[in-house]
């Protein structure tokens, strides 16, 4: 089977979930000059919101990059990447979660680690797919070698300790724990070739 279908569901899922998003952003209910501290008194929202859609940006733009190296797809890879999407599509719930409750000491630290661990877990799912790529040969393009795989599952595995690392934190300080996850997405926006020597995509 050819990726176009598989992209193309993905390309669907993740504007999906990217679209919900915004939806957690309700309109205040004030009057007059109220409107503006009302509209202030929403930023955990605005904050959550901005990182999440920058990741979930970040991770279709890499999503991309990683099937412009396959030429074809299995039933076991088509799976793989249904569990990924899976995670991303519920990646709305935990923002808005964090969003609710970023201010609330206990219910900020809980929101928190639900939302970083939901990213870990998104890594996981981008280090399976290139697992699964490692296995299997034969779904490659030529220039993806088996060095190319090693160094971008290597890379990629940088995201799942961030956010552990970042869930951690979540304990202590969910604002620093949602700049660490903000930090993370920048990571990976620059772009990587898994088929260069000193690179790796994520």
């Known amino acids: 089977m050819r990726t176009n279908r598989l992209e193309a569901f993905s390309d669907g899922v993740l504007a999906i979930a990217i679209t919900l998003l915004i939806l957690e952003i309700s309109v205040p209910h004030a009057r007059g000059e109220d409107l503006l501290d009302a509209l202030a008194r929403q930023w955990p929202s605005y904050a959550a919101y901005i ?6 940006g970040i991770m279709w733009v890499n999503h991309h990059a990683l099937f412009d ?3 074809t797809v299995d ?3 088509l799976f793989v990447n249904l569990f990924l999407l899976m995670v991303i599509a519920f990646i709305p719930f935990p923002t808005a979660l964090l969003a609710e409750y970023l201010r609330n000491s206990d219910g900020g630290r809980v929101a928190g680690v639900i939302y970083c661990l939901t990213y870990l877990v998104v890594g996981v799912g981008f280090v399976s797919l290139w697992g699964y790529l490692r296995r299997h040969p034969e779904l490659r393009r030529p220039e993806l ?5 090693a160094r971008a599952v290597r890379r ?10 970042a869930a951690l934190v979540a304990l202590l300080s969910p604002y620093a724990a949602l700049a660490v996850c903000g930090a993370v997405a920048i990571y990976f926006v620059w772009p990587t070739r898994p088929e260069a020597r000193d690179q790796a995509m994520s």
Do not use: E, K, N, Q
């Open 51 to 56: 990182v999440s859609f920058l990741t979930i």
């Open 145 to 149: 070698t088996d060095d190319g795989i």
């Open 156 to 165: 990629s595995w940088r995201g799942p300790f961030a956010y552990l690392v």
């Open 69 to 71: 190296h396959v030429h």
């Open 75 to 77: 039933r076991g890879l």
